[in-house]
């Protein structure tokens, strides 16, 4: 019974293992955001805001130090823990390096990242330039990884079959365009130009061939169940 038991728990550490390997990229930042989150629950409040702000992708930090606070914001939460977007990266990010590659995959995260944050801060420095927003809004915070994701979500339409794409698009904006009709900010700016970036990266997964299709993977757990 011990050796039983010893033999599937080396089944299952191989079964992890697989499956992390198989999306390196994503389990590294996982790994570097655990190891933040960890870092910013020993914080004080306001140690953690001078850590956050330095970090910041905001008019100030990008005027003097962009390639920094890019990076550096990438890797830090500003909000919700860090088990929603290990469960959200799963579901996500998983599915999308493995489609794409790993670099492609980064390709795609990079661009929504970047393109959205440069877009939303631009929006926010037109309302401050036109006095809809204060000037100490040049400090705001700006950090996290949900522009990435959202860049993700949406480019992930291009692996789903017809005629289940056009319903998960839809969603994906709605979801996104909603807050800019019930609360219009930068960070809401944001997330819809990061779909929008997601969605033209089309000509990077012309190449990747294969799409997913929730009537066969419900046949294919069928047959799994069937023989298990």
């Not at 990229?25 to 953690?48: K, P, Y």
């Not at 939303?120 to 036109?130: C, D, F, P, Q, T």
């Not at 994906?172 to 990061?194: D, E, K, M, Q, R």
């Amino acid at each position: 019974m011990k050796a039983l038991t010893a033999s599937r728990f080396r089944s299952w550490i191989r079964a992890a293992w697989t499956y992390v390997r198989r999306a390196p990229g994503t389990f590294v930042w996982l790994a570097v955001l655990l190891a933040t989150t960890v870092v910013s629950r020993h914080l004080s409040a306001e140690q953690l805001q001078v850590v956050l702000g330095d970090r910041s992708t905001n008019l100030h930090h990008l005027a003097e130090d962009p390639v920094r606070v890019l990076i550096a914001s990438a890797f830090w939460l500003a909000g919700g823990g860090w088990v929603t977007y290990f469960l959200l990266y799963n579901v996500f990010h998983v599915p999308a390096e493995r489609w794409l590659g790993t670099l492609r995959w980064v390709t795609v995260v990079a661009i929504a990242h970047v393109g959205a944050t440069y877009l939303s801060e631009g929006v926010l420095y037109w309302a401050i330039r036109h006095g809809r927003a204060p000037a100490s809004a040049v400090d705001t915070l700006d950090i996290g990884v949900s522009y990435g994701l959202a860049g993700v979500v949406a480019v992930l339409t291009y692996r789903i079959a017809p005629p289940w794409r056009y319903p998960y698009l839809a969603a994906v904006l709605v979801f996104y365009l909603v807050p800019l009709f019930v609360h219009l900010n930068f960070t809401a700016v944001g997330h819809f130009t990061a779909v929008l970036l997601g969605l033209c990266c089309y000509p990077i997964t012309r190449s990747r061939k294969g799409v997913w299709s929730p009537v066969a993977a419900v046949r294919r757990m069928r047959r799994t169940a069937a023989t298990t």
